[in-house]
């Protein structure tokens, strides 16, 4: 199927992953569904086992190593929080004030409604962007339902105030407009700060300035596309935002500590045609 870069969702079925640490500015629900691989997950590694599902918050560093003569099958849904309404909606405030455990149980129904979701998706089922969003309801409703999460603290939330509210305002922007030219007048424009103020915020809360962000989930974004479409990578640098294939080549090297062809090469080793769907 087509990738589609308008629908925050993607979903896969497939019988390899990759074995690379990596991370998403997503969130991610694994399931597996047959056999058992070695999970790495920040600093941690533990053996999975058919019918365990893990949810990764954005920023979640993880790989899978198979188990040496065992075979393994799994889903994946990666997804954006905007799928959940715009910011300050009551669906999208609710998963951005939580902390979803990483080992969740999930019905057997809601699981078997995630596998159906992909041959929907692999067949172009009328309305199949539809029901993958009400997978995915159905997944935080039932994490909500059965309480796998945390609150995180209001105290937090209302001490950080008008500041959180800016920072999250100039995410979502870049969200919408990575593919574009963004400047910081370009942002400045949607807050109520004053240049110097907000780069001061900016790099606090984010760790880094406005444009090491930019360019890092333009990089992160084109990992996927490298990884999972066809499309070559001077397509992929200049649909995110690159305007030259030299700067986005060496922009990538700086992120990745590889060049987008061989990490290209090395992520292709996980697709198998024949046990791939996906949307976006």
Do not use: W
Not at 35 to 57: K, N
Request: hydrophobic content about 35%; proline content about 2%.
């Amino acid at each position: 199927m087509a990738y589609n870069n308008e629908f925050p969702i993607r979903l896969y079925s497939q019988s390899t992953y990759l074995e690379q640490a990596h991370h998403h500015i997503e969130y991610e629900i694994f399931y597996i569904d047959k056999g058992s691989v070695e999970f790495g997950l920040e600093e941690s590694v533990t053996v999975v086992h058919e019918g365990d599902v893990i949810f990764m918050h954005p920023g979640t560093n993880h790989y899978v190593k198979k188990i040496e003569n065992t075979d393994y099958h799994y889903y994946t849904m990666i997804f954006d929080s905007s799928v959940l309404g715009n910011q300050g909606e009551p669906v999208r405030n609710t998963l951005d004030s939580i902390r979803v455990s990483r080992f969740i149980k999930l019905p057997d129904a809601v699981l078997m409604k995630l596998r159906d979701a992909t041959i929907f998706v692999k067949e172009e089922t009328f309305g199949h962007e539809l029901f993958v969003k009400s997978v995915l309801y159905d997944i935080i409703s039932c994490v909500l339902l059965t309480n796998q999460y945390v609150e995180i603290s209001d105290n937090l939330r209302t001490e950080k105030g008008h500041t959180v509210n800016a920072i999250d305002v100039t995410l979502n922007y870049i969200r919408d407009h990575y593919r574009e030219n963004i400047s910081l007048d370009d942002v400045l424009k949607i807050t109520s700060y004053s240049k110097s103020h907000f780069i001061r915020l900016f790099k606090k809360n984010m760790g880094m300035n406005l444009t090491d962000y930019i360019n890092k989930y333009r990089i992160e974004k084109s990992c996927l596309e490298l990884i999972y479409t066809s499309k070559n990578v001077t397509e992929i640098a200049t649909e995110n935002g690159f305007n030259t294939v030299q700067y986005f080549s060496k922009t990538f090297k700086t992120y990745m500590k590889c060049t987008p062809k061989q990490y290209q090469r090395n992520g292709k080793n996980i697709i198998i045609p024949s046990n791939t769907t996906a949307t976006n």
